[in-house]
């Protein structure tokens, strides 16, 4: 049984780029781009698995990221929580991960000769992670930290205002950062388990289908291509859709709202912020650049020229916002003077 489905090399680049690049899809429907260069030093690569905190369950918002930070934390191939990140360190890596509504991306870096012992300790995260009980409690505060660091952004604080305003049964509304109530008490309250609902989590929504992974090394194009097949085509593919999100989370009435917030740290901004539909589908023309040149132009008679004119308005922005599959949004973001606060724009 062949373990790669398909693969290619007509990717188009640039006449100076002397990297050599292939795609190819794994038997498991785990997609790949490797990329050979033969004078980096550096090795890295990235996995994003298409689930993010949107799909928490209700229950124990801050799943899908607290997931993200307990894969670095020991597989059955190297139990040790600190086998991945001691590797990287003594062979000069780094690494790191995020959690957005609708990806979970991990990535890292070392020194070029060391790819296979790195990318063996990361692939191991999506096939066989322990989620050791030991690792639990220390990565609740881990996580409650961050949100901690979170409540001191002023844009991360506008942005979880807005989703509290969202629909009270729409996903958008969830809080993604999770914390020490949504991840320890609020379980126990329940007679919930976090370590069983981890693997839960994990069992059920990160499938092969569902991941894109990028590779770039000094290795020839058919060895990272071997190496990829190796290590990767053992993670299970189980058939899970794209999670879509049909349905706007603002309702009529949740519009044409005016909200006032208090600042962290001195701050003069108007955003004014408009549903959209999802438009992914027209991502090869992306026409909602054509309304953010028009609002954002800075040139004579554009809005914003205008309102400097006036002495109101230091910047002006506009421009699409982090929506999801199935729902967008369109900002128009102004960083006022103290002259331009007063007026009640």
Request: hydrophobic share 35%.
């Amino acid at each position: 049984m062949p373990v790669v489905r398909q693969e290619e090399e007509c990717i188009h680049k640039s006449p100076l780029d002397t990297r050599k690049y292939r795609h190819l899809t794994l038997d498991n429907e785990l997609q790949a781009i490797l990329v050979s260069d033969s004078t980096t030093e550096k090795a890295a690569a990235s996995l994003s698995v298409r689930v993010g905190y949107l799909c928490d369950p209700e229950e124990i918002p801050g799943l899908a990221h607290f997931c993200e930070h307990m894969l670095f934390l020991g597989t059955e191939k190297y139990p040790s929580e600190n086998s991945y990140r001691e590797f990287l360190s003594q062979n000069a890596g780094a690494s790191n991960a995020m959690t957005s509504a609708e990806f979970t991306t991990f990535f890292f870096d070392i020194d070029w000769e060391h790819l296979r012992g790195a990318l063996d300790r990361f692939a191991q995260f999506f096939q066989s992670p322990l989620f050791n009980a030991s690792a639990t409690d220390r990565e609740v505060k881990a996580v409650d930290s961050e949100n901690d660091r979170n409540l001191q952004e002023d844009a991360w604080r506008i942005q979880q205002v807005l989703r509290h305003l969202s629909k009270h049964d729409h996903p958008h509304r969830k809080f993604g950062t999770g914390n020490s109530a949504t991840l320890d008490r609020r379980p126990r309250e329940l007679d919930l388990d976090v370590r069983e609902e981890l693997r839960k989590f994990h069992s059920g929504h990160y499938s092969s289908n569902l991941m894109r992974l990028a590779v770039i090394g000094r290795e020839d194009l058919d060895e990272l291509t071997s190496l990829v097949e190796e290590l990767f085509s053992p993670v299970l593919n189980k058939n899970k859709p794209v999670p879509v999100f049909p349905d706007h989370p603002y309702s009529p009435e949740d519009l044409q709202l005016w909200i006032e917030c208090v600042p962290v740290k001195e701050l003069r901004q108007l955003m004014i912020e408009f549903p959209i539909p999802d438009l992914h589908d027209y991502y090869y023309c992306d026409p909602i650049l054509y309304v953010s040149h028009l609002i954002g132009h800075e040139g004579g008679g554009s809005l914003f020229a205008h309102l400097k004119s006036k002495g109101w308005c230091n910047t002006l922005t506009a421009g699409p916002t982090a929506g999801a599959k199935g729902y967008s949004f369109f900002a128009v973001r102004m960083v006022l003077s103290s002259q331009g606060e007063g007026t009640g724009l």
